[in-house]
């Protein structure tokens, strides 16, 4: 693994990444020398950025579809303190460059995002671990655990996708049309009012701007763009693991926001049947309760 503690390093021509925005430029300077971000290589070429800080037992995050682990920069500081925090950037999002291979399936786009964060934890992270998962994320760390492969000791998936094939009908409307395309044409206020953070959440203004900076980077996110795709096709069933879900072992928490515009509450309500060792903690909130409630998620890990 490779170390890079200077939040503003711009990644060199031909690496995939594109350089940090200043708004997150921002965010990485205030949270070092605490949290920091590390840019770890993949035995197939490229890398995985993430940001790590703290001690203690290792704590990962996962975020959703076009976000980066810059955007959990509300709770990194209360999590570090507690915690080994590994806030990993899904492949082809934030500093991690797509990765290569087959996009014809579902399950390859599901590989496309799971495979790359398998490798790096499993030297990373040896220990057992607790998976934190929001929306995308929530579907890549349900996968980690079925698949065995990292030792994965507590779940808590977050609004997320996987647990069953219902989706909004807007919602694949917007991911079809392309968020990032989306973003550009409308500019930052326009887009803002599409899912506006509540006026409530703490950070708001700088999180919808940092969203707003990292779905509007050069070049756009054309291949993690594809792979999601394949897991959210416009009509019929969004890809789903429920019938597998009486195979998780570790414990799960499912936090989930009642107002929730994009994957229903009872997605994490029919969860019971198969998983009855399962909590629901419901939370008045939409699609994100982790950041328009930070707390929620502080309390239920440490439930």
């Known amino acids: 693994m490779t170390g890079g503690s200077n939040p503003g390093h711009v990644p060199g021509p031909g690496s995939g990444v594109p350089p940090l925005g200043p708004v997150e430029a921002e965010v990485l ?37 076009g976000s980066a682990a810059s955007t959990w920069f509300p709770l990194l500081p209360a999590l570090a303190r507690e915690h080994r925090v590994l806030a990993v950037d899904l492949p082809g999002f934030g500093g991690s460059p797509a990765t290569p291979g087959p996009l014809r399936t579902a399950e390859d786009g599901l590989r496309f995002f799971v495979e790359p964060v398998e490798a790096v934890l499993s030297t990373l992270a040896p220990g057992p671990m607790t998976l934190v998962g ?77 969203d707003y900076e990292l779905m509007t980077v050069s070049g756009g996110r054309a291949r993690a763009t594809r ?23 570790p414990p799960t928490t499912y936090l989930w926001g009642e107002k929730d515009g994009v994957l229903p509450v009872s997605l994490a ?14 939370v008045k909130a939409g699609h994100s309760p982790h950041l328009e409630q930070p707390e929620c998620l502080l309390s239920a890990l440490r439930a």
């Not at 309500?269 to 419901?282: C, D, I, K, N, Y």
């Open 29 to 65: 300077g205030e949270l070092a020398p605490g949290v920091v971000p590390r840019a770890c290589p993949l035995a197939g070429g490229g890398t995985l950025r993430l940001l790590e800080g703290g001690e203690g037992p290792p704590l990962v995050l996962l975020h959703g579809r």
């Open 134 to 210: 929001h929306s995308l994320g929530g579907l890549v760390a349900l996968e980690l655990a079925l698949r065995g492969r990292v030792p994965v000791e507590r779940l808590v998936l977050v609004d997320a996708m996987g647990l069953g094939p219902e989706m909004a009908r807007e919602a694949r409307l917007f991911f079809r049309v392309g968020p990032e395309r989306v973003a550009r044409v409308l500019g930052p206020r326009l887009f803002g009012r599409i899912a506006p953070l509540p006026d409530t959440t703490p950070h708001r203004k700088r999180l919808m701007a940092l």
């Open 227 to 249: 792979a999601f795709n394949m897991l959210v096709p416009l009509t019929g069933d969004v890809f789903h693991r429920r019938e597998r879900l009486g195979e998780v072992k």
């Open 269 to 282: 309500e029919a969860t019971g049947r198969a998983q009855p060792s399962s909590r629901l903690v419901r």
